[in-house]
Structures are given as structure tokens and as C-alpha cells.
């Protein structure tokens, strides 16, 4: 037993890390055991279900009654995504409930084609079965809700919602308060009149969709001036009171009649917003301000930047924990065989052979990221059914039909590249069809398959379990390894195919024409992570860079598939890296594919937008 450990020391160190780091993170979530956190569902309206996080201070009972918060994530964001605030809240004595929205993470798809707009992604279900007394320890006279970008929009509707409800019944709404970040497209005067919540307004003064609002450039995002904060505040306000300039981070309106307004305008992009200690400073604030806190811990003690870095270890070390898990099992007999030599590398480069590199080099780059913006126009009309948010196991998953579409493409077309260059350069110089590591027998390859599916299995495996004990992913803010329902393996069986020839295809290109004799290791996985990810590492230089320059970003329709990219170009870039790893295990180009595609396209197809049927 111990000299089986200690064969494998690095996979159990790894393991050993990822508990350790879970237990530190659930500590940091549960507020050193003051709160009590337990995955809920609710069955709502039409067969839908919302799957949530319910955050209950241990001091909350029937007798000490606390305010009640739920939190909304923004389109393509999963519960886990807003944490800090739940964290943040619930160390302050109030209870919250983080949900995942309709049709994203664990939560059934909606009804709704609008669910944010009709439903609040369900947090209006969630509002109504909290003020009819099922938690006994809320009071239901002070129950509130916050979401960032989408999820905003959810706020700003509920306030709505439950608005015009209270003047038809001729009573309060049941929703006291709301605090709306990254979000003012429905801050309108149709909307704003029939809300009877306090209301507080949180938008980054570089947010990038801030083309669609009513100002042009830099003004657009500027809340001091924009009309649709001023409508905020001028409509709680008389007449002779009406300003034509908000006093950002003042109080307007009155909190006991529900009229509370204030703005903050906080320098930052969008994607980033909540996952900002002022951002945050300015939220504990406000719910303070309208609710009163029972623990007055300051709005700069914040601990959730603790559990970020833990989950981010956590994320970091399950990745390279795949080495020592695949090596492991690599030791079994029934996989010995297909363990080979590793093939010689190509020759060193001459001067000749360096200039075709290159050029090949930035040519692949540069279609990656002409081809990009494309493909998520071709997507719309190739999966009508997801583009446009109907229910679907036709490829149901809007922003991945894109991203699968471009990586098919690419990978197609990286296979021609590697193939036309060796035909018209490289078997003139040197270069021998062996050092490809594509020869493999039937059986060997059934066996390489078996063993990529049995890593992709163990590996969720620890995920699994260890979200069980602690309740915690792997995840850095937005990026995240998430736990799946059984249907996401069809998902996954429907994605893979298209998705593994832009696997296969770099796995191909790193150990069969980026691996040069003499040339460092470092050096050659550095140039093949940034073969794989430059062209769309430009995407987001074009689009950011304009912005800086005109205060609209390039890409306006599918602004929201360039801000994929943030999640998308971290595994672009690693890729090369793990594809490299596996080809020295084996001398042979197949597992990293396979077992990398496994895993990243389940990574994205838990973290994205999904509109499979109602079950």
C-alpha cells in the first residue's frame, strides 16, 4: 500500500490539496460555521424546477426573524458565479438564496423565452414561496433581491412585478428592496412607476454593452448624467425636486415608503463588476442602509476574495492532477500496450524552415480570429431553435453552437495546413512521418479510447465527491468546474464530435510539426499555447482596444460572444500543453484529445446557457 502511495505521490499530494483547499473554502463560505448552507429545489410553475443555495445564519430561527435576499446570477453565469455576495450577506446575520437561472447550471429550462423578463430567471417563484411563511426563520416584510447583468434585469423586474401586484391588492410589495448591477436597458419610466421597492443601481463606468444605452461613447456608461439614472431618481422625486445631475453614492427618496434611491458608478468593465471590493463595499452597504444588519461587521471586511483563492487552487491543481491520474492508471496491464516510444522530433530548424513556421504560424492565427465572429452569425442560423431560446435537443446550447462550429472549422482547417506543408515543404526537408505518433493498431486504440473515458469519469469523480463533503467546484470568479446532471453526457456525446477535430487537430500540430530537436521543452509547449489561443487573444484586443479609443467596443451584435473569450482563452492557451504531456506518456497523439475534449467541452456545457426540454 505504501509503496503504491508513494509510486504515486503526486496524484494523492494533488488530491490532498484539493481536499484541504475545498475544507478552507468551505470554512471562508459557511462563515466559520455561523451559516448553515444547503443545496434546495423548488418545483414551480409548468413542470420548471429552481435548484438554489440556501445561505441560513445559524442565530436565524423563529424567534429572530431575518431579512431574506436572492441573488441572480447574469446570462451564462451559474450560482456558484455570485457566491461573494451570498457570503457576504449571510456573515451579517441576513439569509439568501443563490439560485441558478432557469436553464442555466442545475435549474430546469423555462417556459418563458424571456425567463429573466417574465420570471426572474425564477426568482419571482422564489420571492412568493418565501412571503407565504416557508422559511420560517425570514420575515417576510423585508425580502429583497440582487443580480448582476441579466440577473439585474431580473431585479429591476421584479420590482415591477411584485409593483403592480401591490397596487391591484392595494397593499406593500413583496418585494421590499432591490439592487441592480450591470443592468440599466429597462430602467424606464413604464417600468420604474409601478415599483415599490427601494431600489439601488450599481453600473461599471466602462461596461461594454453600454452602446445599447441611451447616450453615445463614454457618456452612455457615465451615471451621472445618463437619462436612465436620472429616471431613477426624478421618479421618486416632486416635480420642483426634479435634478438634471446625480450625486453618485447619495441617498434620494425615503426608505420607509419604499421610494429609496441611490447610483454608483464604479470604474470597472462589465464581466468584472462583482468581483470588486468597492462593488461589493457599495452593495453590503446599501442592504444595511434598507434592511439593518444584526452583526455590524464593517463593508470593508470582506472574506470572499479567500474563498476565490482557494477555489482557484482548487481548479489549478484538478487540471494537473490529470498527469498523475492518467500515469496511474497507465500502470494497469490491461493499458501497458499502449504505452510506446516517443517518436523523434523533427529536425532542428534551419533559417528556411523557421520562415515557413512562422508564416504558417500567424496565417493560422489570423483565420482563428477573422473566422471567429462568423461563426456565431452561422450558428444562429444553422440551431434556429437555441438561438432563439426555444426548447431543444437539437444542439440546445445557444453561445456553445458557435464556439463549436469555429473550433470544427479551425481544426478542419488546421489538418490541411499541417498536411499541405508537409506535401510542399517538409518531406523535402527532413521531416519523417513517424515523428507524428499516428500509428496505432484497432486494438490499441479501443484501449486509448476506454482509457480516456475511465480519466474523464475518475476525474469528475473527485469533483463530485468533494462537492458532496464541502459543497465547493473548482473555479476562479466566472471560470469554474461544475458538478452535472445525468443529461449533460448526452450533451457531451452530441458536442464531442465537432468539437474533437480542433482537439485532434492540435494535438497533431503541437507533437508533429511544433517539436523540434534541440529546441527546449518550455520553449515549444510556450509557442504552441499561443499558437492555439492568438487568434482569439486578438479578438479581444480589436474589441478592447477600440473601445478605449471611440467608448464602443467593435463587435456591438455579439459583444456577448467576445466576452465568452475571457472563459475560453485560458483553455486555448493550456491545451497544447496537456496534448504535449499525454504524447510523451504514450508516444502517441490520441489520448490528449480525447481525454482533454472530454473535460473542457463538459467545462463549457456546465457553464453556458442550455434549452433542453422540461423533463
Known sequence: MFKYIKTNKFFFVCA??????????????????????KLKQLKTDDGQTLVYDLYKPKSADVFNKVPFIVVVPGFQRSKEALSNIAIELSRRGLAVALIDPYAQGMSSSSTSRLAATTQGYGMFALVDYAYEGNFPFVDINKIGSTGHSMGGNAAIRGADYFGKQAIKSNSKSKLHSVFVSGYVLTLRDSILKDSKSNMGISYALYDEGAFRNELNGWDASNMEIAPESLRVINNVLNQDSQIKKVELGKYYGNKQDRSLRIIFNEELLHPFQPYNKKA???????????????????????????????????????????????????????????IKPIPEALPKQSNKSKLVFWIIFFISASIACLTFIPM????????????????????????????????????????????????????HHGVNTNSWGLQISNNEFIKTVILGILVFIL??????????????????????????????????????????????????????????????????????????????????IIQYL??????????????????????????????????????????????????????????????????????
Not at 452583526?295 to 494537473?320: A, C, G, H, R, Y
Not at 457531451?492 to 508533429?512: A, E, Q
Request: with cysteine; proline share 4%; aromatic share 20%.
Open 280 to 338: 461589493t463595499f457599495n452593495q453590503i452597504n446599501y442592504f444595511d442602509e434598507v434592511f439593518g444588519f444584526s452583526n455590524k461587521i464593517d463593508p470593508n471586511n470582506q472574506i470572499w476574495q479567500f474563498k476565490e483563492l482557494f477555489t482557484l487552487i482548487n481548479m489549478v491543481v484538478s487540471l494537473l492532477m490529470l498527469i498523475p491520474l492518467t500515469k496511474m492508471l497507465l500502470q494497469l496491464s490491461f493499458f501497458k500496450e499502449i
Open 16 to 37: 490532498s490539496i484539493i481536499f484541504i483547499a475545498s475544507f478552507l473554502a468551505s470554512i471562508i463560505q459557511t462563515s466559520f460555521g455561523a451559516v448553515d448552507i
Open 459 to 540: 476525474y469528475y469523480f473527485v469533483l463530485f465527491f468533494n462537492y458532496h463533503i464541502f459543497h465547493i467546484d473548482y473555479r476562479f470568479w466566472f471560470m469554474g468546474v461544475r458538478i452535472f446532471q445525468p443529461e449533460m453526457i448526452l450533451v457531451l456525446l452530441m458536442y464531442f464530435p465537432l468539437f474533437f477535430i480542433f482537439f485532434f487537430s492540435n494535438s497533431l500540430r503541437v507533437n508533429g510539426s511544433m517539436r523540434f530537436e534541440n529546441q527546449p521543452e518550455w520553449q515549444s509547449r510556450l509557442i504552441a499555447g499561443f499558437a492555439n489561443s492568438l487568434g482569439l487573444m486578438m479578438i479581444i
Open 546 to 615: 477600440t473601445y478605449a479609443i471611440s467608448g464602443t467596443v467593435f463587435w456591438t451584435t455579439n459583444w456577448l460572444s467576445v466576452n465568452l473569450l475571457f472563459g475560453i482563452v485560458p483553455m486555448m492557451f493550456i491545451l497544447p500543453y496537456f496534448n504535449r504531456i499525454f504524447f510523451q506518456m504514450t508516444g502517441r497523439v490520441y489520448l490528449g484529445p480525447i481525454v482533454t475534449c472530454l473535460i473542457f467541452i463538459m467545462i463549457l456545457s456546465t457553464n453556458t446557457v442550455i434549452y433542453l426540454p422540461i423533463k
Open 376 to 427: 456565431v452569425d452561422i450558428a444562429k442560423v444553422l440551431f434556429v431553435d437555441a438561438s432563439n431560446r426555444e426548447l431543444t435537443w437539437f444542439f440546445p446550447q445557444r453561445m456553445n453552437n458557435s464556439v463549436m462550429l469555429w473550433a470544427a472549422f479551425n481544426g478542419t482547417i488546421g489538418i490541411i495546413i499541417f498536411i499541405l506543408s508537409f506535401h510542399l515543404f517538409g518531406k
